[in-house]
């Protein structure tokens, strides 16, 4: 007989524990089932493999081990193979989805395997026969689409990273593409071999995909790790740039990829490892794409790994969303609206006119808050477009996602009448404008066709059935009504039967094994098997109580409401392969008007933000300049405001060619908690807003566009990687030197404290020198070393600021006020005094003081000044070389170890001490 269908009937399983391809003589021995499930394994041995039974997904041998640990669930035994147990488990497909989250975020890969006909069908083919079952998808982090395993607000990207030749002379370069399965999204990007974690921390990918010729590279797997996401290695011959095109060709409909951006050969052999991987994941079946957005070179502002988790742009420094700078500006009010608004803020803009047509879009809308309210509130009812179509489009959709597309096209086009009703009297913004175009195009067609098909209460999946309205189809309501009508025939049978026989406690009953049934009384079973009703009544069970029977025409009327709730399920599940079908026939105008929904709640969210704490729109230009009045940080601006009701104190930042002044470099100095680091971190988080398209914390604001941004703020040290605090910081500071340019933007903050004082000084000094001469960035310096105060005077383009304290009754008050200037102490010991030190150990600090500083025989900060020249490199008078390497260390450079006999190796060594002697 064929394979039982329930959990129950699993206890005849047999097979064998194989954790990697099972040998051919132990499929031999299996039962059919399993060398079913051992021959599916073996195609998918590097993943948990969900195997369809029933009601449940089992998992066995091997893979039940490490799933019953991962997701702690019982680990039981169903039968024997080559004389061992096997070990089961198994989770209910109801509720796969939470599973498949825990095992996924930690690090499972998971292939799911559906049965894929009928036990019925199975049966016909062989009394042995085994349900047919196969691979439908493998779940990755970077291939998820299911809402119970996404952010709702938050892109989930697979990235495909490739390797480009390195050409002579220069460091490797890498090109990405980038897909969110989810939405549709496609991007390709190429960055430099040092540019590549500030990219991968921009993009933030689930999963990176690495060919297999790369992925043994310990950097790059560093870089990945970084990044948070997974690493999977291909095969090399998937990154194919020939094939990347083709495909991609053949995906968009189109001849030829000019009018998406130029893509180069490397970008194109991502794409191609990029969609090879979705294609196989997939079983096959095509992924929503959306047009690919190509990002070139120079148009986004560089900002590198270490400053993103410095400025906690998208998450707090203990990882949390809440305290970063995304939940403090977050206004949005849909999910796709908040994706838009972190690929934004995470990507800020270089072109100083895409800029400022952003800024138009929030200013309108600031303007006009009738019209922002009115958005807002019907925004707050759109579904999310995006990953709806994304699910239809891999038939993973039901009936609910056809409703979220319904629904999003009324909502489109109610919002694009109400924009335009808007603009008629004061004019649209172009961004407005172009988001009213996409929102019109969404296609009325088939927003009738779905409101005309489908009822009100949708279920999650098509095979529940009862998703399509009454009178859309006559079929099928005469289906519904000969299905749903059994009661009152099944009733009127039953009073018949009870008539004939006498017996008024007479049933019609219904159960999975006998279908429906006649039941009566154990002391009424024997009338029923006497004529003359025995030639109606046939026996089919006694129980302890009862004795059930049943008769043809009961037999004859199960058959008949079997078959119309069958074929009325089956016309439920046409139309709805019809419906998606069209849906997905105008993906791209559905897809244009999800994104257009997308950017105008973010527009609205900013304009929201803006009302609600007081932004100011920003100048952008070209200039160098970059000129705050009274600028605030957003997130501890409003965390003050809430824990303890004050408000935050703004200060002016003036850095570039302004008022007749061209400071470049401002050395912050103060004493501890004074708000040294605040200052630093405000104004480049105001960079980041204004050139991202937001409104900024500030009275007023100018900003010439910034480059790169670079922050070293904070102490932490990378004990995996052997790195101390120090040099994880003096290894973020040479980035800063060697890539920073006068265009960029540079937040240093007590370089060089890691380590001895004159040593942390001479660093610190060259540094400043540095950046004044050579990058001749925009800088805010914070340092405790007063000593570089003096700089000031001597170079052209430096000038001191410090944090404002006023002493009282032997005690400092924080006025957090930035002025012009230079402090004379740091008031360490004030601080420790507020910190709680015990009156002993201060006392005795206070003594010590006093010894090192009369005994100190430290220059004067002016005397520092004046007896040191300035930064050498820049007055051109020494150029410094890396050493000439010795005689001693050619010889050593030109061994070869492993190629060595015995004897060599010691000939080699005499020869090595006998260079050693001569050199000395």
Known sequence: MAETETRAGNSHLIGTAAPSAPRKEEVSLATPMIAQYLEIKAANADCLLFYRMGDFYELFFEDAEIASRALGIALTKRGKH?????????????????????????????????????????????????????????????????????????????????????????????????????????????????????????????????????????????????????????????????????????????????????????????????????????????????????????????????????????????????????????????????RELASRLGSPLTDPAAVNARLD????????????????????????????????????????????????????????????????????????????????TAPAQIEQALSEALGEALPVNARDGGFIREGADADLDEHRRLRDGSRQVIAGLQATYAGTTGIKSLKVRHNNVLGYFVEVTALHGPVLTKPPHVEIFIHRQTLANVVRFSTP???????????????????????????????????????????????????????????????????IDHSLIFAVDDGRHPMVEQTLRRSDGVNFVGNDCRLGPSEGKDTRILVVTGPNMAGKSTFLRQNALIVVLAQSGSFVPARSAHVGVVDRLFSRVGAADDL??????????????????????????????????????????????????????????????????????????????????????????????????????????????????????????????????SALERADGRPKPTDLAGDLPLFQAAQGTKTLEPDRASRLEQAIAALSPDAMTPKEALEALYRLRALLASER
């Open 82 to 338: 080559l004389g061992q147990d096997i070990p089961m488990c198994g989770v209910p497909v109801h509720a796969a989805d939470d599973y498949l989250q825990r095992l996924i975020a930690q690090g499972h890969r998971v292939a799911v395997c559906e049965q894929i006909e009928d036990a019925a069908e199975a049966k016909r083919r062989g009394p042995k026969a085994v349900v047919r079952r196969d691979v439908v998808r493998l779940v990755t982090p970077g291939t998820l689409t299911e809402e119970t395993l996404l952010d709702a607000r938050a892109h989930n990207f697979l990235t495909a990273l490739f390797r480009a030749p390195a050409k002579e002379g220069s460091e490797p370069a890498y090109a990405l593409a980038s897909l969110d399965i989810s939405t549709g999204e496609l991007i390709a990007s190429s960055v430099s071999a040092s540019d590549l974690p500030g990219e991968l921390a921009r993009i933030r990918p689930g999963e990176v995909l690495l060919g297999d010729d790369i992925a043994g590279d310990a950097g790059l797997r560093r870089h990945v790790e970084e990044a948070r996401a997974a690493l999977t290695p291909c095969p090399r011959a998937h990154f194919d740039s020939v094939s990347g095109e083709r495909t991609l060709k053949t995906r968009l409909g189109v001849a030829a990829l000019d009018a998406f951006g130029e893509f180069t050969k490397p970008e194109l052999a991502a794409l191609a490892g990029l969609l090879t991987y979705v294609e196989i994941t997939q079983a096959g079946r095509a992924p929503l794409l959306r047009p690919p957005r190509k990002e070139r070179a120079g148009s986004l502002l560089i900002i590198d790994a270490a400053t993103r988790a410095n400025l906690e742009l998208m998450r707090s420094s203990q990882g949390a969303r809440a305290g970063g700078l995304f939940a403090a500006i977050d206004r949005t009010v849909t999910a796709a609206g908040a």
């Open 553 to 619: 025409e009961l037999a004859e009327l199960e058959a008949r409401i079997t078959q119309a709730a069958d074929r009325a399920l089956a016309l439920e599940l046409e139309i709805f392969a019809r419906l998606s079908q069209d849906v997905l026939a105008e993906q791209a105008a559905l897809s244009a008007a999800s994104a257009a929904l997308a950017e105008l709640d973010h527009y609205a969210g900013l304009a929201e933000l803006a009302v609600e704490e007081n932004y100011v729109r920003p100048k």
């Open 361 to 440: 879009a929030v200013a309108y809308l600031t303007d006009e808050p009738g019209l922002r309210r009115d958005l807002r509130g019907a925004l707050k009812a759109v579904p999310d477009l995006a990953r709806a179509l994304a699910r239809l489009a891999l038939g993973r959709g039901g009936p609910r996602d056809l409703g979220v597309v319904r629904d999003a096209i009324r909502s489109a086009h109610a919002l694009a009448a109400h924009l335009l009703q808007s603009g008629e009297i004061l004019g649209l913004p172009r961004e407005l404008m172009g988001i009213v175009e996409r929102l019109a």
């Open 720 to 849: 995996a990687r052997g790195r101390s605090t120090f040099m994880v910081e003096m290894v973020e500071t040479a980035s800063i030197l060697n890539q920073a340019s006068e265009r960029s933007f540079v937040v240093l903050d007590e370089i060089g404290r890691g380590t001895a004082t004159f040593d942390g000084l001479s660093i610190a000094w060259a540094a400043l020198e540095y950046l004044h001469e050579v990058n001749r960035s925009r800088v805010l310096f914070a340092t405790h070393y007063h000593e570089l105060t003096a700089l000031a005077d001597k170079l052209t383009h430096a000038a001191n600021a410090t944090v404002e304290v006023k002493e009282w009754r032997d005690e400092i008050v924080f006025l957090y006020r930035v002025i012009m200037g230079a402090a004379d102490r740091s008031y360490g010991l004030h601080v420790a005094k507020l910190a709680g030190l015990p009156a002993q150990v201060l006392s005795r600090a206070g003594e010590v003081l």
